[in-house]
C-alpha cells in the first residue's frame, strides 16, 4: 500500500521560506515521478512542481518559477519542496503525489497522494 507523508507546513510571514517533505513507502519510489499540488479555499487544486523518476528533469508551474525548487533523495524515499519568497497567495494545502515514470508531461491530477500540509502565508 502506498503512503506519502507530508511534514513541514506551517505560518510565516510573506517574503518567508518553508521546506516541505514528502516520504514515501509502499512503491519504488525511484521509478516514479513525484509532484507537488496544491489547493487553496474555494479553488481547484493545481500543479505546482514535477520531478523526474532521476531527479534530472524537473517542472515548474509559471507562479512559482523562481521562488520554488524541487528535490528528491532516492536513498532516503523523499521529496522535497524548497518554498521562497513567499506570498500571501501561496496559501494552500500542499498535497505529495506519485505518478509513475512515464507521467513527466502529465499535468493532470491522478496516482498517489498523501494527506496534505497546510501552508499559510501571512501578509
Known amino acids: 500500500q502506498v503512503q506519502l507523508v507530508e511534514s513541514g507546513g506551517g505560518l510565516v510571514q510573506a517574503g518567508g521560506s518553508l521546506r516541505l517533505s514528502c516520504a514515501a513507502s509502499?512503491?519504488?519510489?525511484?521509478?516514479?515521478?513525484m509532484r507537488w499540488f496544491r489547493q487553496a479555499p474555494g479553488k481547484e487544486r493545481e500543479l505546482v512542481a514535477s520531478i523526474s523518476w532521476s531527479g534530472s528533469i524537473t517542472y515548474y508551474a509559471d507562479f512559482v518559477k523562481g521562488r520554488f525548487t524541487i528535490s528528491r533523495d532516492n536513498a532516503k524515499n523523499t521529496v522535497y519542496l524548497q518554498m521562497n519568497s513567499l506570498k500571501p497567495e501561496d496559501t494552500a494545502v500542499y498535497y505529495c503525489?506519485?505518478?509513475?515514470?512515464?507521467?513527466?508531461?502529465?499535468?493532470?491530477?491522478?496516482?498517489?497522494w498523501g494527506q496534505g500540509t497546510q501552508v499559510t502565508v501571512s501578509s
Open positions: 509502499g512503491l519504488t519510489f525511484s521509478s516514479h515521478v
Open positions: 503525489n506519485a505518478v509513475g515514470r512515464t507521467e513527466m508531461n502529465s499535468r493532470t491530477d491522478f496516482g498517489s
